[in-house]
């Protein structure tokens, strides 16, 4: 069983800056893709941007060029750094992961609020 730990929301001004951590543990042999999902109050769960193994990325249209996501030397980490905030981005935030351990598994964490508002 792999649990992923977040951590790192909070309420920020617009224009402010957030970094965002998960990490996971557990039985861990190899992680294919690390995600951040998040869900505004009403909408639907959206993917925000997601790494590989091999450290290519993707993000959605709304925060590229704002969202970076990078994983952390010991590759089980995962963070996502968000500046220049807007309203629009206050959600709960979800970490999620897939790759290959005992068995196959796909892991969420338990979500971290981020809100931005002045």
């Known amino acids: 069983q792999v649990q992923l730990v977040e951590s790192g929301g909070g309420l920020v001004q617009p224009g402010g800056s957030l970094r965002l951590s998960c990490a996971a543990s557990?039985?861990?042999?190899?992680?294919?893709?690390m995600r951040w999902y998040r869900q505004a109050p009403g909408k639907q769960r959206e993917l925000v941007a997601a790494?590989?193994?091999?450290?290519?990325?993707n993000y959605a249209d709304s925060v590229k060029g704002r969202f970076t996501i990078s994983r952390g030397n010991a590759k089980n980490t995962v963070y996502l750094q968000m500046n220049s905030l807007k309203p629009e981005d206050t959600a709960v935030y979800y970490c999620n992961v897939d790759g290959y351990g005992s068995t196959g598994f796909n892991s969420w964490g338990q979500g971290t609020q981020v809100t931005v508002s002045s």
């Open positions: 557990g039985s861990i042999f190899s992680i294919n893709y």
């Open positions: 790494i590989t193994s091999g450290g290519l990325t």
